[in-house]
């Protein structure tokens, strides 16, 4: 479903990423992993879309998204990937079913409509109750799969997720780890974790390692790109 191929991003004379290749497929659980510096972030934004490498490409479904111009590359942003990050990045003005539904609007869907698909969603995540809330009014634990409920609701190709857990206490790290894997199962949602945390990337279908912006083979195994 994603190919990256011969990735390569300076930032000024820091070789950032160098000749990255990898392959995901459809409902993947994938975590990447490394110590901090390891260009785990920079090829997170590079898969989806917010940052452009130097050298290379990235394909979903064969499309060359690095060929589109701005507005196609917007578009293709909005409708094929969700992005959760470490602090959930809800609007606080907002409840959370508006929140949830701001991209689907972006997107064009009609008000009622985004509105309708965001309250289903935050119904099968747990939160139907909590949809009038201000992000203010939520716990962590609820702010994160108010999240994921937004980057769910344009149907997505992948969702790209960024130390996600790395705000929660244990409980709420369960509970969202879970919460991918039901995603998975029940709507073959793939995913691409950047994560510290060992427990989610051990049960993960395939963990890839990075260290000084190069996918590396971990100690007694091999890495499949």
Known sequence: MIEIESINKFYGKLHVLRD???SIGKGEIVSIVGPSGAGKTTL???LGTLDR?????VRYDG???LRLGSR???RFRNRHIGFVFQFHQLLPEFSTVENVALPAMIG???QSDASKRALELLGFLGLADRADNKPSQLSGGERQRAAVARALI???SVILADEPSGSLDSHNRQELHRLFFNLRDEMQQTFVIVTHDESLAADT???IHMNDGQIIAPPSASVVV
């Open 154 to 156: 344009n149907n997505p």
């Open 53 to 57: 490498p130097d050298s290379g490409s």
């Open 20 to 22: 990255v290749s990898l």
């Open 108 to 110: 064009g869907m009609r």
């Open 44 to 46: 997170l934004q590079i």
């Open 205 to 207: 279908d395939r963990t």
């Open 72 to 74: 196609e590359l917007s």
């Open 63 to 65: 499309t060359d998204v």
